[in-house]
C-alpha cells in the first residue's frame, strides 16, 4: 500500500466535476508537508499540475483546483474535457520514512 | 525550454548493474536539486532518489537503499543512477526530474523516462 491513499478511479460526464482524494497521515501531510499534483496522460511522462497545496503552474487551466487539511488533500477538476482522462498522483514528504512519497495514483475516465 | 532526457536503459540480469543519465538543458543544473522516479509497468510512481546542487546531500528510498547511488555532474549539466544488484523488481521506466526546491518539495519538470528491464 501506498503512505498515501488515493481512490483507484474516478469518472464523470463532460462538464461535470470531478474531485480525487489524498489521505495521508500524521507524519506527512499532517505534519504540515506540502501536497503536490501530477497528471500523467497516456503514454507521457507525469506533468506537474498542483504544487504547494494549491497553486497553479503556468498553462494550467483554472478547471484544475486543489486544497489540503490536516491529514488530507483534494484534486478537483471542473468542466470535465476528454483530454483531462490520465492518471493523477498526489505527492508529499513523509518524515517517518524520511523520505518523498506518491500516493497510488487515480484514474480518470471521461464518460 | 526545460528538456531532461535520459538514457542508459535497457535488458539486464538479475544481480547486474546498470547506469542511467540524466542529460539537462534549458536552466542553470547547477541551481537545482534532483531527483529520480520510477514506474513500474502498471504501476504507480515511487520516489527513489534525490540529489541536492553540491551533491553534498543525498537520500534514497528504502527499497534501493546501498544498491542505488545517484550522482551529479555540474560542469556537464548531467545526472546519474549507477543501478547494482538489479532485482526483477526494479524493473520500471525511470524518470529525472527537476526538484522545485529540498526534498520535501515537488518536481516541476520531468524528462521522458528510460525502461530498466531485468529479466534473465
Known amino acids: 500500500q501506498s503512505v498515501l491513499t488515493q481512490p483507484p478511479s474516478v469518472s464523470g460526464a463532460p462538464g461535470q466535476r470531478v474531485t480525487i482524494s489524498c489521505t495521508g497521515s500524521?507524519?506527512?501531510?499532517?505534519?504540515?508537508?506540502?501536497v503536490y499534483w501530477y497528471q500523467q496522460l497516456p503514454g507521457t511522462a507525469p506533468k506537474l499540475l498542483i504544487y504547494?497545496?494549491?497553486n497553479r503552474p503556468s498553462g494550467v487551466p483554472d478547471r484544475f483546483s486543489a486544497s489540503k487539511s490536516g491529514t488530507s488533500a483534494s484534486l478537483a477538476i471542473t468542466g470535465l474535457q476528454a483530454e483531462d482522462e490520465a492518471d493523477y498522483y498526489c505527492q508529499s514528504y513523509d518524515i517517518s520514512l524520511s523520505a518523498s512519497v506518491f500516493g497510488g495514483g487515480t484514474k480518470l475516465t471521461v464518460l | 525550454e526545460v528538456q531532461l532526457v535520459e538514457s542508459g536503459g535497457g535488458l539486464v540480469q538479475p544481480g547486474g548493474s546498470l547506469r542511467l543519465s540524466c542529460a539537462a538543458s534549458g536552466f542553470t543544473f547547477i541551481n537545482y536539486n534532483m531527483i529520480w522516479v520510477r514506474q513500474a509497468p502498471g504501476k504507480g510512481l515511487e520516489w527513489v532518489s534525490y540529489i541536492s546542487t553540491t551533491s553534498r546531500t543525498i537520500y534514497y528510498a528504502d527499497s534501493v537503499k546501498g544498491r542505488f547511488t545517484v550522482s551529479r555532474d555540474n560542469a556537464e549539466n548531467s545526472l546519474f543512477l549507477q543501478m547494482n544488484s538489479l532485482r526483477a523488481e526494479d524493473t520500471a521506466v525511470y524518470y529525472c526530474?527537476?526538484?522545485?526546491?529540498?526534498?520535501?518539495?515537488?518536481?516541476?519538470?520531468w524528462g521522458q523516462g528510460t525502461l530498466v528491464t531485468v529479466s534473465s
Open positions: 504547494l497545496n494549491n
Open positions: 526530474a527537476r526538484s522545485r526546491g529540498i526534498v520535501t518539495t515537488g518536481a516541476d519538470s
Open positions: 500524521s507524519s506527512n501531510l499532517g505534519a504540515g508537508y506540502d
